[in-house]
Structures are given as C-alpha cells and as structure tokens.
C-alpha cells in the first residue's frame, strides 16, 4: 500500500517536472522547422535563425525592429544593471551581516519588499517620478529600474556567503596588523566572491529577461529583447523566427543559471 | 560609561553608516519614494505638463469608481489570483513532498534545480510557449479536449486561447515553481521523527498528514500562497497574451491608462488602491517570512 502511494507521487512528480518544460522544449524544437507550423514537421532547417542574423527576420511586418539593436541592448543594460546591484548588494548584505543595530528586522523586511511587490507596481511609481523630475527615458532610466528589485535579490544571494564564513579569518588578520579595509580586500572580498559572482549572474539575467520595467521606463525607441517578442507575441503573429530568437534568448538565461548553479555549489 | 567603549561604538556606527547609505539612499529615491507619486497624481496634484499644483481634488477617484465594470475587474482579478494560488498549492505540495521527502539524496539537488531552471527563464519567454501550445490545434489543447471529450465532460472540443481558462492555465504553469520551492524548503525542515512518532502512536498516513505534517509545513504554505497571490494579481503578460475580452485584468487596466497614453491621474487613483492593497497582503508576508518560510534562490 504504501509501496503504491510511493509510486504514484514519483510518477506524479515526474509528470508535473515534464509538464513544466514541455511548452519550452516545443518552441525549441520548432525553432528548427522546415515549415511554418507548430504541429507539422517538416524537416530540420537553420533557415529561421540565418534569417535573424542577416537582418531578414520579421521584416515582412515592420522594418523598424531591429534585432541586433535589441540584443546589443539588453546585454549592455544587463551589464551595467548587474555590476552596479553586485557592488550596492554586497554593501547591504556586508551591513547586515557584520553590525547589528536597531531597525535591522524592519530594515531586513523592507528590503524583501522589492522582490515581492508586482513589478507593475514599483514600474509605473517610477515612470512618474521620471517624468516628475524630468529624467530622460531611455537606456538609463531602464537600468535604475532594474537596479532597484536586483539590489535586495544580490542581498539575500550574498547575505548567504556572509553567514557560512568564518569570521576568525577576518580576526586573525587583524591580529596579524592589517587594518580594517586590508582585511576586507584581502581576506572578505576573496572568500565572498563567489557569492558575488553568484548574484551578479542573477541579476544579469533577471535585467536581461525583463519586460515589465522595461516597457514603463525605456521612453519610446529604446528597444530590449523581451520587448521584442512582446510586440510580435501580442500579434498573435506566431512565426518560425520569433521561436528562433526566443531560443537563442532561451539559451543564454539557461547558460547563466548553469553557471550560477555551479557557483552555488 | 567607559569613554574608550563609547568611542569604538561611535565609529562603529559611522562605519556602519558610511556602509548603508548607498544602497539605501539609492533604494529611497528610486524605490520607496516613487510611490508617494502615485498618491500625488491621484490627487490631481500635478498638472497635465507635470508641474506641482497645490489643490487637492477627490475627482479622479470618483470617476475611478464610476469606472464601467471596474468592480467586475477588481473582483475577477482577485479570483483569479486566488484560484491560481489555490491550484498552484493543490498541484505543488505533493510535489514538493515528494522530492524532499521520497527522493534519494543524490536526486534531490538535481531535482530541484528543475524546478528552479523555469524560474530563471523569463515570464515572457514562458508565457509566448505555452501560447503556442494553447492555439485552437496547439498540442494542450488536443491533449485537454482528447481527454475532456472521452470522459465525457464535455461535448465539442474547446477554445483555450484567448479565453479565461487560457489564462488560468498559463498563470498556473508560470507560478507553479514559486509554490514549489518554499514547499520545499518547509517539508525538508520537517522533523522525521515527529511523523514516526506519529506512526509509533497509532495514526495512519492520512491522519499523520493531516495533525502532523500540513500544520508543521504550514509557514512554507504561507510563503507559497503569497508568493504567488502577490504578483498574480498584478499580472499583466498572461491576460494580456492568452486571454481576451473577459480575462482584463487590474493590470491590463493599469497598462492601458499608463501606457496606451489614457488617464495618467485615474490610472494613479486605480494604482494607490492597488498598492495600497498589495502592500497589506505584503507585510502579512513579511510576517510569516521571519517565522521560517524564507525563500533563496
């Protein structure tokens, strides 16, 4: 009897784990399509994604969406939004991690606040500030957006480095005569690094896969990746080279997470 | 006091200071601040090219309420966040419960980071395949209508895109791993030997479960619910994408007074009560986080 229970939540689980990847494993698999169709094979083909590098893609709709402009894009905001959390991140996690102080509970809460709140919330807050302060939109304005949930997700990443560390390391240092911005450069940051690194990576992908931030801070022409596949998905328009690009798009989120998964070992 | 303590405990907290304030500083302006805007429009404080007037009016608000179908939007919106949360919790406690508690160790690292791979892949990127599989001859939906039309639940075979189902199902897979992983974290928590007691004593698995195991879980629970609760019902790619007519949502309405250029002011009414509601179910969260139904990533 319980044998079978045993069976049934394992075959369960399973199922549910296979349900969770099979909508990204068709609209991989089709990328490679001879055909325009999602339910017919017809033979294997590169044709969608040679289309997207020559600039051939989607033209038959608009003219004025550039891929290559998207993509350049979305990396560089995904850049300069991870190295700027990383570095406001480890300062937080750094705080909290080595002072104690009155309001750290409070402060600690507040600083969820940010991953939790319906992103379409804190967006459309930050536009009015924008326009209120006479910001100008465009790729800035998108990488602050993005800087502000990245920070508390850097922070809970890093926070964990902090607290598996042994802090007589740090003391002994200072034991030995280094001062303390001595011992943080050369004993802290060394030992924290991966966790660092860790949520640099997270937060790269967190900015590059973004939409909602995006769509209310870029101001008009300044175009990201996922703002892309948005105006072609909100068509209806399914078609062979918006699977290839989000393949691609795909595979460099499942790199990163590789990546990070191996950090966090 | 001794002065020499007195002093290590001043620098000590220069230092901390120095530390903080660039985060926080840079949190304050372009994080928590930003909101006080949004009150501010609703108010009609500021004027159409963005200047501060010192008047306050009710209007906006008032023509908020008066809004056609507004309160049909409001109360779809939180049902359907609210099925999501519950189908979510349905489909993921078992498996959750399994990975922690019927996995062998070696697996379960592998099998969680499973779970966890969709959560790295943007929503968008999500919600564009399985839109794929819901169009009128998409594979879920033969594979729905196949088995819907042999049990005989239904009589014709059903639309699934752009309809309410269509978004139900999308909000559900797109949630889904939130639930899982606290669920996770909560049962892997989980005393053993507690539920060994439980058997020791005479109750069978169903009421061991029941008295033992949901109560003791019941943070993760929580923490799952809300996980998912709070960012569906500001969701906007899903309706937006699968559902139609009858599946707006207080985001789309959101969308569509900010960013499809109509009603800045109204839009800021609608939004301070958005907030002002996702921010009471936030600190409930908050709450429970401290009692251990953290998340980590």
């Known amino acids: 009897m319980k044998r079978l229970a045993d069976k049934v939540l394992k075959t369960y689980t399973f199922f549910i784990i296979m349900i969770l990847y099979l909508p990204i494993a068709v609209l991989v698999v089709f990328s490679f399509n001879k055909v325009e ?15 997207l590098f020559t600039g051939q893609a989607f ?17 560089w905001v995904a850049l300069v939004t991870g190295v700027i959390s990383a570095i406001l991140g480890v300062l937080l996690a750094y705080g909290i991690s080595r002072f104690t102080f009155r309001g750290k509970d409070i402060l600690e809460g507040l600083l969820y606040i940010p991953i939790i709140i319906p992103e379409i919330a804190s967006s459309l807050s930050l536009l009015l500030f924008y326009i209120w302060i006479r910001f100008p939109l465009g790729g800035w304005s998108v990488v602050i957006g993005h800087t502000t949930f990245s920070i508390s997700y850097c922070m809970v990443v890093i926070r964990t480095r902090f607290a598996g560390f042994d802090k007589s ?20 940051l060394p030992i924290i690094f991966p966790g660092i690194l860790a949520a640099f990576l997270l937060t790269f992908t967190l900015s590059y896969d973004d939409f909602i931030k995006t769509a209310f801070t870029r101001g008009p022409g300044f175009l990201t990746l996922p703002i892309l596949i948005w105006t072609w998905a909100k068509r209806g328009l ?14 460099v989120s499942i790199t990163l997470t590789y990546l990070y998964a191996k950090l966090q070992k | 006091m001794n002065p020499i303590l007195e002093r290590i405990r001043r620098s000590n907290r220069l230092k901390l200071c120095a530390i903080l304030s660039p985060p926080l500083i840079f949190l304050i302006i372009f994080f928590f601040f930003p909101f006080t805007f949004v009150f501010i429009y609703s108010l009609g404080m500021v004027d159409y090219y963005g200047n501060f007037v010192f008047r306050i009016t009710l209007k906006y608000y008032s023509s908020f309420i008066q809004l056609k179908g507004i309160t049909t939007i409001f109360m779809r919106t939180i049902y359907i966040a609210t099925v999501t949360t519950v189908l979510c919790l349905i489909l993921g406690y078992p498996v959750a419960y399994t990975i922690a508690t019927k996995a062998s160790e070696r697996y379960k690292h592998t099998l969680m980071m499973l779970v966890i791979v969709p959560f790295w892949v943007s929503f968008l990127l999500r919600t564009y395949a399985i839109m794929l599989l819901l169009k009128p001859d998409g594979l879920l939906t033969n594979m729905i209508n196949t088995v819907l039309l042999k049990l005989g639940i239904i009589k014709e075979p059903m639309m699934l895109l752009y309809t309410m189902k269509g978004v139900l199902i999308g909000m559900v897979y797109d949630y889904l791993p939130f639930m899982i992983l606290p669920l996770y974290t909560s049962i ?6 507690l539920l060994e007691a439980s058997y020791t004593l005479g109750a069978n698995p169903i009421r061991t479960f029941i008295n033992v195991t949901l109560p003791l879980t019941l943070p993760g629970i929580i923490a799952g619910s809300l996980l998912v609760f709070v960012p569906a019902i500001g969701e906007f790619v899903i309706p937006a994408l699968l559902g139609g007519t009858e599946s707006y949502l207080i985001g789309n309405l ?7 250029g109509r009603n800045w002011w109204i839009g800021s009414a609608i939004s301070t009560v958005f907030i002002l509601f996702v921010l009471a179910v936030t600190l409930i969260y908050i709450k429970f986080m401290a009692k251990g139904g953290g998340i980590e990533f």
């Open chain 1, 37 to 51: 169709s999602i339910h017919r094979w017809g033979g294997f083909t590169l044709e969608w994604y040679k289309r």
């Open chain 2, 254 to 260: 959101i969308w569509t007074y900010f960013l499809s």
């Open chain 1, 169 to 188: 390391l740090e003391e002994a240092a200072k034991t030995l005569g280094a001062d303390e911005i001595q011992t943080f450069l050369r004993i802290t």
């Open chain 2, 188 to 193: 892997e928590k989980l005393d053993k030997s």
């Open chain 1, 238 to 251: 399914i078609s062979p080279e918006l699977n290839a690009l989000a393949t691609l798009s795909l595979s």
């Open chain 1, 59 to 75: 033209v038959s709709h608009s003219a004025a969406l550039n891929v290559w402009e998207a993509f350049y894009n979305s990396i």
